[in-house]
């Protein structure tokens, strides 16, 4: 997977002189950041890339949970990018109502948004996960903002048990503007809903978030086979 993102990154880099990538967050693509840090960190002209977040959890931006953290000691202090191409979101601002603003602000302004543009930007590369309930980023089943049509970024109450609970997180608006959607998926648990997806069902695309990812370019999945039978994208 290292070398497909390498490859896409220079691609797009040499077309368009900037590559717009948005991280997942998690412990799945831990491994993944690190080899990007220690096997290709002067692959990638970092000068040209701008890393963004899909969500984040509501906790300070050093906090053991925190999206960026994670994503920052493994993989961004160990490459030679700019500070102000990393576009994390933002966790000191009162709430997350409010950061989820100012993270849609930002979107706005690097991908040309506005109400008159319905051919606006996305980005070039979102990296997603898969949780065990269907949840991809920081949509939840049956939580409303699954439906929303105009805002580009919101706070959201994971469920009870996925603590912390608020979160902020990019919704389908601009996910499915996206050039390129690569999932990494790991874990036995997350097979049964895996088999739904690929075969497209209806009861997959109104249940679980994953399904209802669909993005204007191509959308790639990237599954750790460990425990899992052969199951394939349709």
């Not at 963004?52 to 202090?77: L, T």
């Not at 690569?182 to 088999?195: P, R, T, V």
């Not at 679980?208 to 039978?229: C, E, H, L, Q």
Request: aromatic share 10%; hydrophobic share 40%; net charge positive.
């Amino acid at each position: 997977m290292a070398e497909e993102i390498v490859d896409l990154i220079n691609s797009v880099i040499s077309k368009k002189g900037r590559f717009m990538l948005a991280l997942s967050g998690g412990n799945t693509p831990r491994t993944l950041y690190g080899i990007l840090a220690s096997e290709f960190p002067h692959k990638i002209p970092w000068e040209h890339v701008h890393l963004f977040w899909g969500d984040e959890r509501y906790v300070p931006k050093n906090h053991a949970q925190s999206n960026f953290a994670m994503a920052y000691d493994s993989f961004i202090s160990r490459v030679n990018i700019p500070q102000g191409n990393v576009h994390r979101i933002p966790v000191e601002d009162g709430s997350p109502e409010k950061s989820a603003e100012l993270y849609e602000m930002l979107l706005k302004k690097m991908f040309d948004y506005s109400t008159e543009n319905n051919d606006y930007q996305s980005f070039d590369l979102i990296l997603l996960g898969m949780g065990e309930d269907g949840h991809t980023a920081s949509l939840f089943p049956a939580n409303p903002v699954l439906f929303e049509k105009h805002r580009l970024v919101c706070a959201v109450n994971a469920p009870p048990e996925m603590k912390p609970i608020h979160r902020i997180t990019i919704t389908f608006p601009i996910i499915n503007r996206a050039n390129c959607v690569f999932f990494l998926i790991s874990g036995a648990k997350k097979e049964k809903i895996l088999q739904l997806i690929f075969k497209k069902t209806e009861k997959a695309k109104k249940i679980y978030p994953a399904a209802m990812v669909n993005p204007r370019g191509k959308t790639v999945w990237f599954i750790d086979s460990n425990g899992m039978s052969d199951i394939k994208p349709m």
